[in-house]
C-alpha cells in the first residue's frame, strides 16, 4: 500500500519558534547597549570626579599654606608697625596688619596665592580660653580656611602655646634630690653674707610669692633649712623658705630622669634649629632687651644676660654677673658662684643631676636622678629673685608649640 509524505505537517512543527533568533539578538543587543552606556556613564563621572579632586586638593593645599603664613607672623618673622604678641593678634583676628587681603574668591575677600586657577585662603584668630584683656593668652586658636578652584573650599584649625615647654617653678630655686629619697645634695651652699638675698616673692608682681628653696625629699629638707638657718636666715624671704615637693607636683621634666633625658634631647634640637647649640660659653646668653634661647652641651661660664639658658655641664658664675629668665642645669646638676659683686638674678632657677648616656652594660640599670650641687659663696648685694615676667619672656624665646592640627 503506497502512503503519501505528509510535507505539510512536517514543516509546521517549529511554527511557534519563529522569529525567536531576532528576539534573542536585540536582548543580547540590548545588554550590550546598557553596559555600553554604563561604561561611558562612569568614565564620564571618573573625569569630573578627577576634575573635582584637583579642585579640592588644591584648596587642601591653600588651607595648608594659610597656616604656615600664620605660623611664620605668630613667630614675629613679618615685619609691620604693630609689634606681634598674642593679644595683638586676638585684637586683629584676621592678622591684616601682617597679611595681605587682595583677591576675592566666591565673594570672600582672601590672601592670594594664585589667579589661575583661583587659590587663596583666609585666617581667622582667637582665644580659645577666655584670657583676660591685661593678660597675654597663652593659647591661640588659628582657624585657615583655603580656597580653590570650582567653589571648592578646605577649613583647617591649629592650637599654638606661646611656651616651647609647660613649666610652672616650684620654687625661685629648685633642687630636684636623690630618687632614692635618702641621699642628700652633693653639696648646698646660699653664702653667710648679710648683703645677699634670696627671694620667693614676685618681683613683678610683689604680692604674689612661691617658696624660696623647694626640694624633693625630707632629707634635703633638712639640709636646706639648717644651710638658711646657719647662713643669715634674715636674707631669704617668702611666705616659705623652703618647701618639700614629690615627683608628681613637678613639672614634666623633672619627674623622672628619664623625662628629663627626653626634655634636653628636644630642647637640643629646637637649640640646633634656632642656630642656638653651642658646646661651650657662647659669646652672648641674650640680653634685656632681646632675650635670647642658649644650650650649652657642657660646661659653661655665666655671662651677664636674658632668656632661656640650658646647661648640661657645670655652670659656673661670679658675683658680679646678672641673668634675667629661667636658668637650667640638668645633667651634671652643679651650679656654682663665687666672689663678690652686685649681679642680681630675676626667675628661676632648676639644678638637677642624672646621666645622659652610660656604657651599654649598663642598659638594664635604672639611670635615676642622683644627688646636684648648688653652692653659692662670697659676699656682694645680690640678689636671687622669683619673676614671673623673666620667666614668662624665657618660656617664649624659643619659639611656638603647635598642641594639635586638624582638618574639620
Do not use: C
Not at 120 to 144: F, K, M
Not at 172 to 190: A, E, M, Q, S
Not at 297 to 312: F, H, K, S, Y
Not at 342 to 368: C, L, M
Amino acid at each position: 500500500m503506497n502512503s503519501t509524505p505528509e510535507i505539510g505537517s512536517k514543516n509546521n512543527r517549529r511554527a511557534g519558534e519563529r522569529g525567536a533568533a531576532l528576539i534573542m539578538t536585540l536582548l543580547v543587543s540590548t545588554l550590550l547597549l546598557i553596559a555600553g552606556g554604563a561604561l561611558i556613564l562612569t568614565t564620564s563621572m571618573s573625569a569630573g570626579l578627577a576634575i573635582d579632586s584637583t579642585a579640592e586638593l588644591q584648596a587642601y593645599y591653600s588651607a595648608e599654606a594659610g597656616l604656615n603664613a600664620s605660623i611664620n607672623v605668630l613667630r614675629g618673622n613679618i615685619q609691620s608697625a604693630t609689634n606681634l604678641t598674642f593679644r595683638n593678634a586676638v585684637n586683629n583676628p584676621t592678622l591684616n596688619n601682617w597679611l595681605t587681603y587682595n583677591e576675592t574668591i566666591n565673594g570672600t575677600s582672601v590672601v592670594s596665592l594664585n589667579t589661575t586657577p583661583a587659590m587663596g585662603y583666609t585666617v581667622s584668630i582667637s582665644d580659645p580660653d577666655g584670657t583676660p584683656v591685661a593678660n597675654q593668652p597663652e593659647r591661640l586658636l588659628v582657624r585657615v580656611t583655603g580656597y580653590g578652584p570650582k567653589g571648592s573650599v578646605k577649613r583647617m584649625e591649629l592650637v599654638v602655646d606661646r611656651h616651647t615647654f609647660d613649666f610652672a617653678p616650684p620654687g625661685t630655686i629648685t633642687v630636684r634630690g636623690n630618687d632614692d629619697n635618702t641621699t642628700t645634695l652633693g653639696g648646698f651652699n646660699i653664702g653667710d653674707s648679710n648683703a645677699k638675698e634670696y627671694s620667693g616673692y614676685d618681683h613683678a608682681h610683689p604680692a604674689n610669692s612661691i617658696p624660696t628653696f623647694a626640694v624633693t625629699h625630707a632629707n634635703d629638707f633638712t639640709t636646706v633649712t639648717n644651710e638658711i638657718n646657719s647662713a643669715k636666715p634674715n636674707t631669704v624671704s617668702a611666705v616659705e623658705q623652703v618647701k618639700q615637693f614629690n615627683a608628681s607636683q613637678l613639672p614634666k621634666f623633672l619627674q623622672t630622669a628619664q623625662d628629663a633625658r627626653d626634655f634636653l634631647t628636644i630642647m637640643q634640637a629646637t637649640a640646633v634649629a634656632n642656630g642656638r647649640y653651642f658646646t661651650s660659653t657662647p659669646a652672648s646668653m641674650g640680653s634685656e632687651s632681646s632675650p635670647q634661647f642658649t644650650f650649652v652641651n657642657g660646661n659653661a661660664t655665666l655671662t651677664t644676660g636674658a632668656g632661656l639658658l640650658i646647661v648640661t655641664g657645670t655652670l659656673t658664675a661670679n658675683g658680679n654677673v646678672g641673668f634675667k629668665g629661667l636658668i637650667l642645669v640638668l645633667g651634671d646638676g652643679v651650679f656654682t658662684r663665687s666672689g663678690g659683686g652686685n649681679g642680681d638674678t630675676y626667675g628661676a632657677i632648676v639644678v638637677a643631676k642624672f646621666a645622659r648616656s652610660w656604657d651599654p652594660s649598663e642598659n638594664g640599670q635604672a639611670h635615676n636622678f642622683l644627688s646636684p650641687t648648688y653652692d653659692m659663696n662670697g659676699g656682694g648685694n645680690t640678689i636671687t629673685g622669683y619673676d614671673s615676667n623673666e620667666v614668662d619672656r624665657a618660656l617664649s624665646v624659643a619659639g611656638l608649640r603647635a598642641l594639635a592640627i586638624r582638618e574639620y
